[in-house]
């Protein structure tokens, strides 16, 4: 087994407009006394929340509930979509929808194409559980239990963030940190901090069974994004893409869904040819002819 990390030097670059300008800083992994002191901190916040009517999680589970925010339907819906994301893993790794394997016979086969419906469908429905979680998550930020303990884990952060040498803290205070909080050095002690203590795993994402088996057969790219056989991005249906998810053709040309070209701004070009029967094209190169006239007088 890995031994875990107690302290970590990390690299931040300060200004994302200037790659160069950075600095390195040590974060440690909180000791006994710093844990004992930042759970105090966070009792007494939790403490302040109940007196201040801050609501609890079970308070806010009841509310939601009352007010049909989060009711019965929604817990069933969770429920089933973990249910349908672990029947289709079993199926894409198995061959089987109930998880069946069938011992001591040959693997059973499947084309590559419909393992990787199923891979897409697990994605579609994990981003489906996402987005039904979402409000109840942002919702449950502001309760007791939350605001404790994030005032618990700013407490941490401020009091493990050294320079490199290890011989100085980043932040003069709580306080301090908290002034401070939007800037780099803090997001990536913080980030840095919670894979150490919580083995928050920054590849998550990676890890997922459906984005392991798109990656062991090359069909997305490092950043998990779909790509073809020649590596470029494409969209489910393999429309061809760019980072902004622009539609393009072969050359990197953008088009719309139906391959019409169209500028750099998103407009389409024109296609036809327009037969001047208003006089508008003879208007105006008599005008540029005068334009012409003027300027050679003057020079």
Same mark, same amino acid.
């Given at each position: 087994?890995?031994?875990?990390?107690?302290?970590?030097?990390?690299?931040?670059?300060?200004?994302?407009?200037?790659?160069?300008?950075?600095?390195?800083?040590?974060?440690?992994?909180?000791?006994?006394?710093?844990?004992?002191?930042?759970?105090?901190?966070?009792?007494?916040?939790?403490?302040?929340?109940?007196?201040?009517?801050?609501?609890?999680?079970?308070?806010?589970?009841?509310?939601?509930?009352?007010?049909?925010?989060?009711?019965?339907?929604?817990?069933?819906?969770?429920?089933?979509?973990?249910?349908?994301?672990?029947?289709?893993?079993?199926?894409?790794?198995?061959?089987?929808?109930?998880?069946?394997?069938?011992?001591?016979?040959?693997?059973?086969?499947?084309?590559?194409?419909?393992?990787?419906?199923?891979?897409?469908?697990?994605? @579609?429905?994990?981003?489906?559980?996402?987005?039904?979680?979402?409000?109840?998550?942002?919702?449950?930020?502001?309760?007791?239990?939350?605001?404790?303990?994030?005032?618990?884990?700013?407490?941490?952060?401020?009091?493990?963030?050294?320079?490199?040498?290890?011989?100085?803290?980043?932040?003069?205070?709580?306080?301090?940190?908290?002034?401070?909080?939007?800037?780099?050095?803090?997001?990536?002690?913080?980030? @840095?901090?919670?894979?150490?203590?919580?083995?928050?795993?920054?590849?998550?994402?990676?890890?997922?069974?459906?984005?392991?088996?798109?990656?062991?057969?090359?069909?997305?790219?490092?950043?998990?994004?779909?790509?073809?056989?020649?590596?470029?991005?494409?969209? @489910?249906?393999?429309?061809?893409?760019?980072?902004?998810?622009?539609?393009?053709?072969?050359?990197?040309?953008?088009?719309?869904?139906?391959?019409?070209?169209?500028?750099?701004?998103?407009?389409?070009?024109?296609?036809?040819?327009?037969?001047?029967?208003?006089?508008?094209?003879?208007?105006?190169?008599?005008?540029?002819?005068?334009?012409?006239?003027?300027?050679?007088?003057?020079?």
């Amino acid at each position: 087994m890995a031994k875990k990390e107690t302290q970590k030097v990390i690299e931040i670059v300060l200004d994302d407009s200037n790659p160069d300008q950075k600095t390195k800083v040590l974060v440690k992994k909180p000791s006994n006394r710093v844990q004992s002191e930042a759970a105090r901190i966070g009792a007494l916040v939790w403490t302040k929340c109940i007196k201040d009517g801050v609501m609890t999680k079970q308070e806010l589970d009841a509310f939601m509930k009352e007010k049909g925010i989060w009711g019965d339907d929604k817990e069933k819906r969770k429920e089933q979509i973990a249910q349908e994301l672990s029947a289709l893993e079993k199926r894409l790794y198995l061959g089987d929808k109930d998880g069946n394997v069938k011992r001591g016979g040959r693997k059973k086969r499947m084309k590559l194409s419909e393992a990787k419906t199923i891979a897409l469908e697990m994605r @579609t429905k994990r981003a489906e559980l996402r987005d039904l979680l979402a409000e109840k998550i942002t919702l449950e930020t502001n309760t007791a239990e939350s605001l404790s303990e994030n005032a618990k884990f700013d407490y941490i952060v401020a009091n493990c963030t050294f320079t490199e040498d290890g011989t100085r803290k980043i932040y003069a205070s709580i306080e301090d940190y908290e002034k401070r909080a939007e800037d780099p050095i803090a997001f990536n002690a913080a980030a @840095t901090l919670a894979e150490m203590m919580y083995s928050v795993n920054k590849d998550f994402e990676a890890k997922l069974p459906e984005n392991k088996f798109l990656s062991r057969f090359k069909l997305v790219n490092e950043d998990l994004s779909l790509v073809n056989k020649e590596g470029q991005t494409v969209d @489910t249906k393999g429309n061809i893409i760019n980072d902004l998810g622009h539609y393009l053709d072969a050359e990197g040309n953008r088009i719309d869904l139906n391959g019409n070209p169209l500028d750099e701004d998103g407009n389409y070009e024109f296609a036809i040819q327009f037969d001047d029967d208003l006089g508008v094209e003879e208007e105006a190169a008599e005008k540029a002819e005068k334009v012409e006239e003027t300027e050679d007088t003057e020079s």
